[in-house]
């Protein structure tokens, strides 16, 4: 018998794999993202098109030409780039110059990636480590908003988006303030309403939470996100932000805090980004809960509007001590190690 | 101009935190963020040593505001810690052996600490009390340990990452500075 | 930058400001690296003032070498060092208040750079008053010239300036992180990166001549 | 049959592979024809070698005693048919290494009867007398691990059992050896659970079985003798709910000490047909011969049970049972604790609980491109022992032997394969740690 | 020569010889210290006090002259020299030696650390003339606006801070508006994007004019030269 004298396939077990692949998971998460990139951009107009192009594209391209400088493999066909770069326009402001943009898309990738080793080793979230850097050196820039549903916006690019490379834009519409923005300097709060069906002004994609949720829960369903990280930070959020406003009702209520700013995209999106999250059971919890306290504080007393960027990259930072000190109990030791 | 103990506490910690806003104390910061024991351990120690010697400093200064001789700020604050820091580590080998074993070997290297003497430094420049001058002192050492022990906890991470082989060592370590930095940023404005 | 003239007393100079670079290559020293360097003249002034307590320092380390004993020769070059800091700081503010008030403590805290108490334990004290100087002056230009690199970068991109004037066009966007302690860690990083990359490229050059 | 079983028992964590069981769990158990040469391995079990008792040229007859047993961690061996002792010598085991071995041909006309020999009476034998027949008797753990079962039923005296449980979970996908077993066998099965309780000292027994066996757990339930303490209890379909920790865990609620044996919980776990082995041979004082076996997969024309003498060569179980033209892996076991092998001239053992043959389909399935761990966490999510999986893996990688060792428990780990199977980045973690292992013994035994 | 006398001969040289070393170290540091303070002295009096004036003068346009006073005992008195009272009046005069403002240094919490500010109040005009940031760590490029920006600055060219009937309180507090929609001359035109920092510059003005600006107006005499 021929079949019998060929050589066989040595392996090591298990001869059976679940049917999900990493490159898999990370296109599911650009699927997800889909409804709220596309409402971005329905409601920003060619603004959004164009910064989510370029710092999708520039996320992208840098992490292609490191890989060949290296004489690696290209890294790109793994999604993550592209997630990268995606979350990255998400979170940056409509009219934001695209050279910004693009600065950023390079800084995500190769500062807050690939120095630290690429895919599966970075510590902080790429999108956000990037944005960090953005807001740090460009403060008024990406705090200048943009307003949503411009009657030319499908038509009429912002001057200030195509400003030269590394000179000052010089915006043409009047800025707008977003909810978070009128809730701390003027005291206005904005109609959860509008603030769910995304009609405010804010970050490319943070405006429509419903739509952001709605990718969630997709990739919940499909076991690609872990659902405890948004659940425990916007249930820590309400609480405290709940037990606040109790006591004092000049503090934004609770739904305003859920569904405003970047809490949506933040938690769902970015606090979920598997490897710069905690494994651990307990860990995941813990994580959370910084989340969500970091952003109810900075929000409520701090000094910036918003706070979600900044609680996330906390709990990135505190991630390896989560990992390292909640770590579940080994069968077989302590509580119930003896025989009864 | 009065600041309430918790917004001091707060500020020195968090919002203008001694290593990553005031660059203090770098060489501990990097020296000995290898591992998260060590690192707790040295941040322990340092809080301690920075509550002895702001008190040594808040005496010393009140002295010196006595016998007008301001001029010998400098090197009377760097003389007393010294010899305080050694004092320290004398009476705790000798009372307290499982401590000294804890913290013994770091005292010495306290010895030149920058995050010592800046808060001195600091405390005298910014006129605090003797309360505030603890607070201050406490919140100090707070932060320098939470920096530190965040730092080890991603340094061995790190030991066990692709990190390309250019940044491995001092680079990698100022990057996530770096970006630890920025992230402390959004504490701004806080406790005011 | 190096002249065919090797007296020993050249290279030692140039090793402080190259090959041994206290801040480059010994990664001493952190502190007012990364605190006062977010413009070229705070960086110059800084390294400045660091290099006249360390030449000072080590001249009468050296001076007095033998007068010493070895007990307490850490305590005496700790109060010798903190004199000249004591006088630079005055100094300073007789030159100009505004630098003063530009480095802050940071004159101060020269005091426990350990660059200084390094050359004094580890070269003012073995040696002669003559190497001694232009040991301490080799460390001082490399001490300098670290601090200049980083000013003038974070300068240029933080305020598109440089010493003060103006050298990117009127237009130009500052990259306002630069000059935030962040740019300070991420510029630094930057500087050891580029060593690090010119060493690993010098070490496979080396092999391939060897292969 | 449409009838379900509820079950709720079970262990936390584990996964849910697909049970590819309808192929063969229909078909009854057939005898299997003999092999020209069959290859009987000295050491089939674990524990030291046999010593063989015949010489090259030797007649036997089916039966008959060819190795005894060379300590207490060790155990006897029958001729699986009547032949002549061809040579004793090395030949190709399982893991590629030689191991010394018995060629015996076999007769062209050896029927079915077998030596009669001393038989060991449940009601009259002595627990030391059983535990010494069943080492006698050559029996080992059937369901893969091949350990000496009386060694596992010499209770050290400073412990006490109470329960016994007889693990008929079979949990690894494609086999359905043990479920043809608890089907046809059931008489074998209660009189093998009588010497057990006697030899053990515990006082009942529960038959653990996974709920998708329905008709196995309805007919045990009902052909229990009336006399015998067994209750026949189901556990959810988990993967590896049949390990050992895990089936005490999930029918006892009681965990095994880290490092430490059932015994340690006052509990014993035999697998189902080692129990019908020990029932049917010891009354007749016979050595286990033959076993039943899993023969399926894709690469499998036949697939189906059959009883096969130990010692046939996988060549000529697979000539019989048919292969595709496409099959590429031969998978000794299940598929997620089995292991390929590299060479058809190698012999099913006791331990062989099943034949799984796999196609270039399947196969292009597990070597799909590895991606670095992006911490995922679903390997911390199948561990059913909750070690950290990612951890390790990335410990392995960078070689910190000492650290996986000591605060990452890795010496706890059982290899069940589930975080490697669960994987989606495809790191083969379950081999890193075999290595790891195999390291961290080298080291400890050399220090 | 038994063992312990030559250890006492090696031992006691040693001691004296480090108790020489140090006390005569110590004794030339101090020298130098004095020496080098005793020299820069006079310099560096001179140098703060010219940044001192030269901000006065900035904060009250036209004053070309200034004296010090500070308030003893609930007593506007003039001050030479260093005095321990931290709190101090600037007034400033122009060429014929009118009075033209009192300048006075104000702090308060900013968005990262305390902001110290001097600022020029015209007592004619009833309002803040001039306002300078002497010391703040606000973010660069953005709370760092409240130094740099103009329109920022010109808040500052005539603040309202005139005091009600009695001359107690101010008649009008000073308030942060949003940028763009200043209408009164007692509000404070905020800077887009650096909020806080501007707030915080409100309510530093707002804390000290109401305390100091009754004081002022009681002792105008006074300050007068």
């Known amino acids: 018998m021929n079949v019998l004298n060929k050589p066989l396939e040595i392996r090591t077990s298990p001869h059976l794999k679940s049917a999900v692949s990493t490159d898999q998971i990370m296109m599911n998460v650009v699927i997800a993202l889909v409804p709220t990139t596309v409402f971005a951009i329905y409601a920003f107009g060619l603004a959004a098109l164009l910064i989510l192009s370029v710092t999708t594209i520039s996320a992208v391209l840098t992490e292609h030409i490191y890989c060949r400088l290296n004489n690696k493999e290209s890294t790109i066909s793994d999604w993550s780039a592209v997630i990268t770069g995606l979350l990255l326009g998400l979170t940056l402001p409509p009219a934001l110059p695209l050279w910004m943009a693009a600065l950023g898309g390079i800084a995500s990738i190769a500062v807050v990636k690939l120095l630290f080793g690429g895919l599966g080793y970075n510590i902080f979230n790429p999108a956000l480590g990037g944005r960090a850097i953005l807001q740090a050196a460009f403060p008024v820039a990406i705090t200048t908003w943009h307003p949503a549903f411009l009657a030319d916006r499908f038509t009429n690019i912002p001057s200030s988006s195509l400003a030269w490379p590394f000179t000052t834009p010089a915006y043409d519409a009047v800025a707008s303030a977003t909810p978070l923005g009128n809730m701390k300097f003027n005291h206005i709060a904005t109609d959860v309403t509008d603030m769910v069906m995304g009609l405010t002004s804010g970050s490319v994609g943070e405006t429509s939470a419903a739509l952001i949720l709605l990718g969630g829960l997709y990739l919940v369903a499909r076991n690609m996100m872990s659902w405890k990280i948004p659940v425990i930070i916007f249930l820590t959020v309400a609480v405290f932000s709940g037990i606040v406003h109790f006591f004092n009702p000049a503090t934004p209520t609770p739904q305003f805090m859920l569904f405003s700013g970047g809490m949506m995209l933040g938690a769902v999106f970015m606090a979920t980004d598997m490897v710069s999250s905690p494994v651990t059971e307990k860990g995941v919890i813990v994580y959370s809960i910084i989340i969500g306290i970091m952003v109810t504080v900075i929000r409520l007393w701090g000094g910036l509007p918003e706070g979600m960027m900044y609680a996330i990259l906390m709990g990135n930072a505190v991630t390896p001590l989560l990992n390292r000190s909640l770590k579940s109990r080994v069968y077989g030791t302590g509580r119930k190690g003896g025989a009864k | ?145 939470i920096a530190l022990v965040i730092m080890a906890g991603i340094r061995e991470d790190l030991d066990i990452a692709d990190t390309p082989k250019v940044v491995r060592g001092t680079a990698i370590v100022l990057m996530v500075a770096g970006l630890l930095s920025l992230t402390f940023m959004g504490f701004a404005g806080l406790g005011g | 930058m190096n002249e065919p003239n090797k007296t020993f007393d050249a290279t030692t100079f140039v090793k402080g400001l190259w090959k041994e670079n206290p801040v480059f290559v010994q990664v001493l020293g952190m502190c007012p690296t990364l605190a006062v360097t977010n413009s070229a003249t705070n960086g110059l002034a800084m390294g400045l003032a660091t290099a006249f307590v360390l030449v000072m320092s080590s001249m009468l380390v050296s001076m007095l070498r033998n007068f010493i004993p070895k007990q307490v020769r850490i305590a005496t070059f700790i109060l010798i060092i903190a004199t000249f800091v004591t006088v630079a700081e005055y100094l300073i503010q007789a030159i100009s208040i505004d630098i003063h008030k530009a480095l802050g403590a940071f004159i101060s805290l020269i005091v426990v750079n350990c660059i200084i108490l390094g050359r004094a334990e580890a070269f003012a004290s073995k040696n002669t008053v003559g190497k001694s100087i232009i040991d301490a002056a080799g460390m001082g230009a490399g001490f300098t010239f670290a601090l200049l690199c980083l000013g003038v970068v974070r300068e240029i991109l933080g305020s598109g300036t440089l010493f003060g004037l103006q050298v990117l066009g009127q237009g130009f966007e500052p990259w306002v992180l630069m000059i935030l302690p962040g740019g300070g860690f991420f510029t630094l990083g930057a500087w050891l990166l580029l060593f690090n990359y010119m060493k690993e490229r010098k070490a496979a050059k080396m092999q391939e001549v060897v292969a | 049959m449409t009838t379900t079983v509820v079950a709720k028992k079970t262990f936390a964590h584990g996964v849910h592979p697909p049970t590819h069981k309808d192929g063969t769990v229909k078909r009854e158990i057939r005898q299997f024809p003999f092999a020209n040469v069959l290859i009987i391995a000295l050491s089939q079990h674990l524990g030291a070698p046999a010593k063989p008792i015949v010489r090259e040229g030797q007649e036997v007859r089916r039966g008959e005693k060819i190795a005894e047993a060379s300590g207490f961690v060790s155990v006897t061996m029958h001729a699986p048919v009547s032949g002549i002792i061809k040579k004793i010598g090395w030949a190709p085991s399982l893991t590629g290494k030689m191991v010394m071995s018995i060629f015996l041909e076999s007769y062209p006309a050896s029927g079915q009867t077998v030596e009669p020999s001393a038989p060991c009476d449940v009601n009259t034998a002595t627990p030391e007398e059983i535990i010494a027949a069943i080492q006698e008797a050559g029996i080992v753990g059937l369901g893969g691990a091949a350990f000496p079962t009386h060694v596992k039923l010499k209770v050290p005296p400073d412990k006490a059992v109470d329960t016994l449980i007889i693990n008929g979970v079979e949990c690894e996908p494609y086999l359905t050896t043990d479920h043809r077993v608890m089907l046809e066998q059931q008489d074998d099965i209660f009189m093998g659970i009588r010497y057990i309780l006697k030899a053990t000292g515990a006082k009942r027994a529960i038959i653990g079985v996974e709920a998708n066996k329905p008709d196995a757990i309805l ?229 | 020569m038994s063992q312990t006398d030559m250890a006492q001969m090696i031992e006691a040289p040693k001691s004296w010889y480090m108790i020489r070393a140090l006390a005569g170290i110590g004794l030339m540091c101090a020298l130098l210290i004095v020496t080098t303070y005793e020299m820069t002295f006079e310099t560096i009096k001179a140098n703060k006090a010219e940044v001192l004036e030269r901000a006065i003068f900035k904060v009250l346009p036209g004053s070309e002259t200034k004296n010090i006073f500070e308030v003893n005992n609930g007593e506007v008195e003039k001050v030479e020299g260093e005095t321990k009272n931290e709190m101090k009046y600037y007034a400033g005069y122009d060429a014929n030696g009118q009075l033209v403002g009192i300048a006075l240094e104000a702090a308060g919490q900013g968005f990262q650390d305390v902001v110290r500010m001097l600022y020029g109040y015209s007592p004619e005009k009833q309002a803040i003339v001039g306002m300078q940031v002497l010391e703040s760590k606000e973010t660069p490029g953005l709370g760092d606006k409240i130094e740099k920006d103009a329109a920022f600055q010109k808040n500052f060219a005539a603040l309202d801070v005139s005091l009600d009937d009695a001359g107690q309180n101010l008649k009008n507090e000073v308030v942060f508006v949003k940028n763009g929609t200043k209408t009164n001359p007692w509000e404070i035109d905020g800077i887009t994007g650096a909020t806080i920092s501007s707030k915080a510059v409100t309510a530093i003005i707002q804390n000290s004019a109401s305390a100091n600006m009754p004081v002022i107006n009681k002792n105008l005499d006074k300050f007068k030269k």
């Open chain 2, 1 to 145: 101009m009065s600041e309430s103990l918790s917004y001091i506490f707060i500020n020195a910690c968090l919002v203008n935190n001694f290593v990553l806003a005031y660059f203090l104390g770098i060489c501990p910061f990097i020296g000995v963020s290898g591992n998260i024991g060590t690192a707790s351990r040295m941040g322990g120690a340092v809080t301690f040593v920075m509550l002895v010697s702001s008190m040594c400093a808040y005496g010393i200064h009140t002295l010196l505001v006595a016998i007008d001789a301001p001029f010998l700020q400098l090197i009377s604050y760097i003389v007393v810690i010294a010899s305080t820091v050694q004092l320290v580590e004398m009476i705790i080998k000798k009372f307290s052996p499982a401590l000294f074993r804890a913290l013994g070997i770091f005292l010495p290297l306290i010895t030149t600490n920058c995050a010592i003497l800046g808060l001195a430094l600091f405390q005298t420049s910014k006129g605090y009390n003797f309360l505030e001058s603890l607070v201050y002192a406490l919140g100090a050492g707070a932060g320098f340990t």
């Open chain 4, 219 to 447: 007919s045990l339930r009902e052909n229990i003798p009336s006399d015998l303490p067994v209750t026949v209890e189901a556990v959810k379909v988990k993967y590896p709910q049949g390990a050992e920790k895990m089936l005490i865990t999930a029918l006892l609620d009681r965990e095994v000490p880290s490092g430490g044996l059932p015994a340690d919980s006052g509990s014993v776990v035999v697998n189902v047909a080692t129990t019908a082995e020990i029932g049917r041979l010891l009354p007749l004082g016979r050595g286990i011969i033959e076993r039943s076996i899993t023969i399926t997969g894709p690469g499998v024309e036949k697939s189906g049970n059959y009883l096969i003498q130990i010692g046939t060569p996988l060549r000529y179980a697979l000539e019989q049972a048919g292969l595709k033209k496409n099959a590429t892996r031969v998978i000794l076991g299940g598929p997620m604790m089995g292991f390929t092998v590299s060479s058809l001239d190698v012999p099913i053992t006791k331990g062989t609980s099943g034949l799984l043959v796999l196609t270039d389909h399947e196969s292009q399935l597990t070597i799909r491109k590895e991606y670095p761990c992006i911490g995922c966490s679903h390997c911390l999510d199948a561990c059913p022992i909750f070690l950290n999986p990612s951890r390790l893996g990335r410990l392995a990688k960078f070689k910190q032997y000492d650290a996986m060792a000591g605060e990452y428990n890795l010496m706890d780990c059982f290899e069940c394969g589930s975080c490697s199977y669960v994987c989606p980045s495809n790191i083969p973690l379950v081999h890193y740690f075999r290595v790891a292992k195999g390291i961290i013994r080298d080291k400890k035994a050399a220090s």
